[in-house]
């Protein structure tokens, strides 16, 4: 197990992406802490996948937006668990509209959880990460935040805001061998799709050039060879996971 006694936060766990990364970091030996906003029941079920795994999950109810909670929760996963090792940026949420007809609190909303929740629980693990001269951060972004997307502009920024700021901290921390790379997924078979109509879903596959869309695990194993000594050279980039989307 590549992950053998390491310790991980996960913003966003409970479902989707967020989800499928904690059962992959969980399946090669890692403790996995990770937060969630609403959804309890779903919180529970994982932490019981995490453990029949055999591994200790910590669940709690924290707004990543909210800095003073935020970093109530990574001591509280220090104290837990003992040590930490590495932090995934999943947490997101998306509120699509024109810009003409986004409200100011479209806009926020969207930053202060995409954007702004990076930094807060990026700068409460920091700290950590430079006195142990140690630590994994992968942040998840998005093809919307490389090539822009129509009636996503608050989205999309805040997804090219998660590229730069995942560049720029690369280069500040490499000297105390802390890694920072980011993960731009395109369309995932997510709750968030599962709503789209067929005919809407045909109609975004013309889009892709493998013609189909990604699974969560399709993330999660890059994640995963992100963290592990085969990526130990790596750092400061973005790996796009979106069947070709990008390049087009």
């Known amino acids: 197990m590549i992950l053998k006694g390491k310790v991980a936060i996960i913003t966003g766990g409970s479902r ?28 529970k079920i994982l932490v ?11 669940a709690e109810q924290v707004d990543i937006s909210d800095f003073a909670k935020v970093k109530e929760f990574v001591e509280k996963t220090k104290n837990t668990f003992g040590r930490l090792d590495i932090l995934i ?6 509120i699509d509209k024109a810009l003409m007809m986004m409200e100011e609190q479209d806009w926020r909303k969207v930053i202060d959880t995409d954007l702004n929740g990076a930094f807060n629980i990026t ?4 700290v950590t990460f430079l006195k142990q001269k140690s630590g994994q951060i992968v942040n998840i972004s998005s093809v ?10 608050n989205y999309s920024a805040s997804k090219a805001g ?6 720029a901290l690369a280069k500040e921390v490499a000297e105390y061998n802390i890694r920072v790379n ?23 596959k013309k889009f892709i050039p493998l013609g189909r869309f990604g699974k969560p695990a399709d993330v ?21 996971v979106d069947g070709g989307m990008a390049m087009r």
């Open 162 to 167: 998660i590229i730069g700021f995942t560049k």
């Open 220 to 240: 999660a194993r890059v994640v995963l060879f992100l963290l592990s000594d085969a990526a130990q050279y790596i750092t400061g980039q973005v790996i796009t």
């Open 144 to 153: 919307s935040g490389i090539t822009g997307q129509a009636r996503q502009t």
């Open 123 to 126: 700068r409460s693990c920091i």
């Open 89 to 94: 940026n999943n947490a997101g949420i998306i």
């Open 16 to 43: 989707g992406i967020g989800r499928e990364i904690a059962l992959e970091l969980a399946k090669e030996g890692a403790d996995i802490s990770f937060n969630y906003l609403k959804n309890s029941e779903q919180a």
């Open 182 to 204: 980011a993960v731009a997924p395109g369309y995932i078979q997510t709750d968030m799709l599962n709503t789209l109509k067929e005919e809407q879903k045909d109609h975004l």
């Open 48 to 58: 019981k996948e995490i453990n029949s795994l055999g591994r200790k999950a910590l």
